[in-house]
T-cell receptor
Framework: EAQVTQNPRYLITVTGKKLTVTCSQN?????MSWYRQDPGLGLRQIYY???????DKGDVPEGYKVSRKEKRNFPLILESPSPNQTSLYFC????????????FGPGTRLTVL | AQSVSQHNHHVILSEAASLELGCNYS??????LFWYVQYPGQHLQLLLK??????LVKGIKGFEAEFIKSKFSFNLRKPSVQWSDTAEYFC???????????FGSGTRLQVQP
């Protein structure tokens, strides 16, 4: 089944404790991105990647890192999480050509205490 | 910069009522436009998309949207809503030549039986 998977789905952590949210897609898509969803703000793009080893900042990159060592994986790294990073995070992938549909993962709900 | 405005934040309708959700975008060039739906507890799914051609676009589940270039609008419509349409709806835009997809803040639709 073609899909985007994220792990973990739920995470409660404390300020300053490094964490990684994994994202994997099995559709051989070139483009992948991370969004955070907050009430009243919709989805805001954190980082995106056009292909392996090619990443760039989205609208709200502060406090986040990403890597794209393999085509299928695009982990989101929070080196020192803070409470304002409490949010719902979505990973998405798209085949080459951004006019195509973005396929979203199930989301990761992160709480930073 | 590209931006999207969804003016209706929360809409409550009775079953069989007609629906129109507003979406206006800001971008100086050619755009690709999307409507996504997020059912409670689920990830985003594509309802419909506009790239070019006929400005009236039909999507899944009886939804349609009309692109009016002169008004920079891409409103979502459905003639008769069902309780199962209760969800959050997001309009998104991508300007040609840009890499990022920009989402609106979302409209929460509540359909009462």
């Amino acid at each position: 089944e073609a899909q985007v998977t994220q792990n973990p789905r739920y995470l409660i952590t404390v300020t300053g404790k490094k964490l990684t949210v994994t994202c994997s897609q099995n559709m051989n898509h070139e483009y992948m991105s991370w969004y955070r969803q907050d009430p009243g703000l919709g989805l805001r793009q954190i980082y995106y990647s056009m292909n392996v080893e090619v990443t760039d900042k989205g609208d709200v990159p502060e406090g986040y890192k990403v890597s794209r060592k393999e085509k299928r994986n695009f982990p989101l790294i929070l080196e020192s999480p803070s409470p304002n990073q409490t949010s719902l995070y979505f990973c998405a992938s798209t085949p080459q050509g951004l006019s195509n549909e973005q396929f979203f993962g199930p989301g990761t709900r992160l709480t930073v205490l | 910069a590209q931006s999207v405005s969804q003016h209706n934040h929360h809409v409550i309708l009775s079953e069989a009522a007609s629906l129109e959700l507003g979406c206006n975008y800001s971008y100086g060039g050619t755009v690709n436009l999307f409507w996504y739906v997020q059912y409670p507890g689920q990830h985003l799914q594509l309802l419909l998309k506009y790239f070019s051609g006929d400005p009236l676009v039909k999507g899944i589940k009886g939804f349609e949207a009309e692109f009016i270039k002169s008004k920079f609008s891409f409103n979502l419509r459905k003639p008769s809503v069902q309780w199962s349409d209760t969800a959050e709806y997001f309009c998104a835009v991508r300007g040609t030549g840009r890499r990022a997809l920009t989402f609106g803040s979302g409209t929460r639709l509540q359909v009462q039986p």
